[in-house]
């Protein structure tokens, strides 16, 4: 099964890793603490983060965890630590951010159906979540809630300097090559070079590391897929590697082949066909999140499941899940047993003969 952490024991104590979004997978925060907790209380813990955020309740789960944890722990922001990611970090006794990364504070958002009682509790709750992280971001700044509350409503994105001229971060690293990639256009205020570099790096990985000399690779290794991070819910959209068996040399006595325009193979351009797989996959994503059932669309990516089928099973999960409307609430339209307002009139003004 796919998961967003990973947690490994080391010589001189243990790593953890975030590079993926928190909860993502229909995982929740629930594996992770078991994990984190069945470490020695002591242990020192490298904590590296490279995510676009996710849940946030499980965020403060693992932020809680953390401040509890007796041993040192170090945070390295290798990417961007946004969002609920960034919430995370703060709970690290000491942040080490490289010159190229980026943290990001915004304001909890969520989504509500319902009666204005419904919107209110919504609002309600997002303003005590705020209110939380805004503890813990005054916790780690040493700066008053009152000046910190204006970067979370503007969506404010940090690089390491202005990190650690605020108290968000306490040293700054050399710059690191990110690891993963993420769909940060989704955030309003995301910076260009943070957008453009995410693009750069695909092409330049699409390039340098999907051609590899066979006489370098281990014998007895299996071929890997290539996982590449899409769209908001960072799902990994598996890719093939393309294997062909080598041409025999050609016999010097022969004569020179004519060539063939209707039998030539044509030229598969790894580029494109890289392309049209992200951009179904962020298809896939957007209709999920549209259905509000983001957790599925792994699923959908997994069996390669075409849009229309995607549809069909999203409109099929949201009828087995949608509760009976009650008859005491007013619908829109007209009534079942209204009567055609033709019919009305007549009974109403008949003529007399």
């Given at each position: 099964m796919n998961s967003w952490y990973t947690i490994?024991?080391?010589?001189?104590?243990?790593?953890?890793?975030?590079?993926?979004?928190?909860?993502?997978?229909?995982v929740s925060a629930k594996g992770f603490?078991?994990?984190?907790?069945?470490?020695p209380d002591a242990t020192p813990?490298?904590?590296?983060?490279?995510?676009?955020g996710g849940s946030v309740f499980d965020a403060v789960a693992i932020y809680n965890a953390i401040k509890r944890h007796s041993g040192m722990v170090t945070v390295w922001?290798?990417?961007?630590?946004?969002?609920?990611?960034?919430?995370?970090?703060?709970?690290?006794?000491?942040?080490?951010?490289?010159?190229?990364?980026?943290?990001m504070i915004h304001d909890p958002a969520g989504m509500v159906m319902g009666?204005?009682?419904?919107?209110?509790?919504?609002?309600?709750?997002?303003?005590?979540?705020?209110?939380?992280?805004?503890?813990?971001?005054?916790?780690?700044?040493?700066r008053p809630q009152e000046e910190i509350a204006p970067l979370m409503a503007a969506e404010t994105w940090l690089d390491a300097k202005d990190a650690l001229d605020l108290g968000f971060a306490d040293r700054i690293a050399e710059p690191v090559r990110i690891a993963a990639r993420f769909d940060v256009g989704r955030f309003r205020n995301a910076p260009p070079v943070l957008v453009e570099s995410a693009g750069e790096t695909t092409d330049d990985e699409l390039s340098g590391s999907e051609v590899a000399d066979a006489d370098d690779a281990p014998a007895e290794s299996a071929p890997n897929d290539d996982a590449?991070?899409?769209?908001?819910?960072?799902?990994?959209?598996?890719?093939?590697?393309?294997?062909?068996?080598?041409?025999?040399p050609p016999d010097p006595g022969a004569p020179p082949l004519e060539p063939d325009a209707a039998s030539a193979v044509p030229v598969v351009?790894?580029?494109?066909?890289?392309?049209?797989?992200?951009?179904?996959?962020?298809?896939?994503?957007?209709?999920?999140?549209?259905?509000?059932?983001?957790?599925?669309?792994?699923?959908?990516?997994?069996?390669?499941?075409?849009?229309?089928?995607?549809?069909?099973?999203?409109?099929?999960?949201?009828?087995?899940?949608?509760?009976?409307?009650?008859?005491?609430?007013?619908?829109?339209?007209?009534?079942?047993?209204?009567r055609p307002w033709g019919d009305v009139i007549a009974r109403t003004f008949r003529l007399k003969g």
């Open positions: 490994r024991a080391q010589s001189t104590g243990a790593e953890v890793v975030i590079y993926d979004e928190i909860g993502a997978y229909g603490l078991a994990e984190l907790g069945a470490l813990l490298a904590f590296r983060l490279n995510s676009p922001i290798d990417g961007i630590a946004a969002s609920a990611a960034s919430y995370i970090a703060m709970a690290g006794d000491e942040i080490v951010m490289p010159e190229n990364a980026f943290l009666t204005a009682i419904d919107m209110r509790a919504m609002a309600e709750a997002l303003d005590k979540i705020k209110g939380s992280l805004l503890q813990g971001y005054a916790a780690k700044s040493g590449e991070i899409v769209a908001g819910n960072d799902l990994p959209v598996n890719m093939g590697q393309l294997s062909a068996e080598p041409d025999p351009d790894a580029a494109t066909v890289r392309a049209d797989v992200l951009a179904h996959a962020r298809a896939v994503v957007d209709l999920c999140r549209l259905a509000g059932q983001p957790q599925m669309a792994g699923r959908f990516l997994e069996r390669d499941a075409g849009l229309d089928e995607v549809r069909a099973a999203l409109l099929a999960h949201s009828a087995e899940t949608e509760p009976d409307i009650s008859a005491a609430h007013p619908q829109p339209g007209r009534p079942s047993g209204a």
